[in-house]
């Protein structure tokens, strides 16, 4: 029998031995339409960050009155960007329930209608008061869209590249954040400055991107592990065979199908929770799920405050601070908006499975630290670069390019580091049972800082002085260093259903030790693909050829090499 040539991203990612069937259509638009739903936070961000420099917007809204003290005029500012963050933490709650009650593709579909209601409001403000209702119902869309993608992206994905499935949603959070950025910067070069279409249009973009996500889903499969959980066997076999471009008997389909019911069956034989109650008591009480939601909230506190989100969100701002005026402040933070997009998409197909969610964290953060650290020292050296009528001298210019180019290199760290690990590790470490919930729960977190820091950083600016804002951005970054060292596992190429065993370990070895101490021992594991294309089973220490992966007879043969492992 001739040898069958694997694909492009087996050999990649040393996957040789998985069948390169797994690497079909059916999984890139499922991955593509749910990634994609990333820019639904990301196009906010952009576009806010435009929008509040626009003067157009700044004289509809009260940004420009006289009377109110720079503190006023700051509160307002950060209320009006943190709006969307606040309605996230309701969103991320909400999901808690409709991803479970309604599945992933119709709770996808709701939370694009409300994304849609939400810009539409936005569009047609005319008062403070509809602006922040505007924003809060499209918090409310943005904050679930963080628990259905990860969580969808996770279930759907083979393990060896589910790292990159799940970091295309985190690369599309720029890429919405770049789409938005050019839009403002397209608007304020064609448009009168006094014209309230300048922010109008670019706002409005969101209701096309939400359109486009709804009817997209509408050819996506629900995920197979939800069908598990809800008792639907048959269609979870059904939908897990297209989507792995496998036979619904081969030993592939068979075997995670076998692994996320064993998986089931486990937690409920332990505490057979059923309500919202019961799940909360196991994530506060049950070890090994409790270090998981403290992991992940801990990684949501030292990201948001290392302050890169408020670096997209006043970039306008921080541009100012070395010296850029006009619309040039707007194209610099469409730039970064790319310098991100490439970044994060870099990191995604090179970084976060090839080297693993521990190291790629490890370099993002370093590159993001001494950048930081970089733009920190500047503003101390050159208090003075913060105003506006200040001529710099020519070594000060010099260090101010230097400056820039550090906010651009800072974002890049973080999309290598940070960006990647906050939406991937919360939904791949949780079993199937707690999944949307304490996904939910950690997301939650995850905007509640955000909405703090957007809210404080603007105060900070005035109290702290920039350089001290940014300082104390170097030294969350330090701890977030020793944080990912002690306390974050590597869990790059284990399965979803493998992940017990690891956090069952003692905690202090669980960080430093646990993918040394627990390797992958689930049903996937057992089975490999020969370059013959002969399905081999795992027997001890040894893979032995089993059966062809047409085999009629495959079921049976697996199910008595399932028997005999347990």
């Given amino acids: 029998m001739s040898e069958k040539k694997p694909s492009f991203l087996a050999k990649f990612y040393n996957t040789g031995d998985t069948p390169s069937e797994l690497y079909n259509r059916t999984l890139f638009f499922a991955v593509f339409i749910f990634g994609v739903l990333g820019c639904a936070r990301g196009y906010d961000e952009g576009n806010i960050a435009g929008t509040l420099s626009q003067h157009s917007f700044k004289q509809r809204f009260g940004l420009l009155d006289e009377t109110k003290s720079d503190t006023q005029l700051a509160n307002l500012k950060s209320n009006i960007s943190s709006m969307v963050q606040l ?3 309701g969103g991320c709650l909400l999901a808690m329930y409709f991803v479970d009650r309604f599945g992933r593709i119709k709770t996808l579909q709701g ?15 005319k008062t403070v008061g509809q602006l922040y209702a505007g924003r809060l119902i499209e918090g409310l869309a943005i904050g679930q869209t963080v628990v259905i993608g990860p969580c969808y992206l996770s279930e759907v994905s083979p393990k060896n590249i589910r790292g990159l499935c799940n970091c295309i949603f985190a690369g599309a959070v720029y890429f919405g954040s770049m789409i938005a950025n050019f839009a403002n910067y397209g608007c304020a070069l064609h448009m009168d400055s006094d014209d309230d279409n300048l922010w109008r249009v670019p706002t409005s973009l969101k209701i096309v991107l939400g359109g486009l996500l709804t009817a997209g889903s509408i050819f996506c499969l629900e995920s197979p592990r939800w069908l598990v959980k809800v008792g639907r066997i048959e269609k979870a076999y059904e939908n897990l065979s297209k989507v792995r471009g496998l036979d619904a008997n081969h030993p592939y389909v068979l075997s995670e199908i076998s692994d996320i019911q064993e998986q089931l069956a486990q937690e409920q034989a332990e505490i057979g ?28 506190i030292l990201s948001q405050w290392s302050c890169a989100s408020a670096i997209t969100i006043y970039m306008p701002e921080l541009t100012a601070l070395v010296g850029v005026t006009g619309t040039k402040k707007l194209l610099y ?25 521990k190291k790629a964290l490890y370099l993002g953060i370093i590159i993001q630290l001494f950048s930081t650290l970089y733009y920190a020292i500047f503003l101390q050296i050159v208090p003075n670069a913060t105003d506006e009528d200040y001529v710099m001298t020519g070594s000060e210019s010099r260090a101010g390019v230097g400056a820039l180019a550090m906010l651009f290199i800072a974002g890049v760290g973080w999309t290598f580091g940070w960006n990647s690990i906050q939406y991937l590790i919360n939904s791949e470490m949780l079993p199937l049972k707690v999944r949307n919930f304490g996904t939910g729960f950690i997301m939650a977190f995850h905007f509640a800082n955000q909405y703090g820091n957007t809210k404080a950083i603007p105060t900070m600016m005035i109290s702290m002085t920039p350089a001290g804002t940014f300082f104390f951005a170097v030294g969350v970054l330090v701890i977030g260093f020793f944080w990912a060292w002690f306390f974050l596992p590597e869990i790059a190429g284990r399965s979803l259903e493998s992940m017990e065993e690891l956090f069952n370990l003692p905690w202090y070895l669980i960080g430093r030790r646990g993918a040394e101490l627990c390797p992958d021992n689930s049903g996937i594991a057992h089975i490999r693909e020969a370059q013959s294309g002969e399905i081999e089973l795992k027997q001890g220490d040894h893979f032995v050829e089993n059966m062809s992966k047409s085999s009629s007879d495959g079921k049976e043969l697996f199910v008595d090499d399932i028997e005999k492992r347990a």
């Fill in 111 to 125: 939370c694009c209608l409300g994304w849609i209601v939400g810009a539409a409001i936005q569009v047609s403000s």
């Fill in 333 to 357: 933070s469409a730039i970064l908006a790319v310098v991100k997009f490439s970044g994060a998409y870099i990191g995604a197909f090179f970084l976060i499975d090839f080297l693993g969610r």
């Fill in 273 to 300: 929770a059923v309500s919202k109650l019961d799940i909360l008591k196991e994530i506060c009480f049950v070890k090994s799920i409790r270090y998981r939601v403290l992991l992940g909230v801990t990684g949501q």
């Fill in 87 to 89: 309605g996230s933490i």
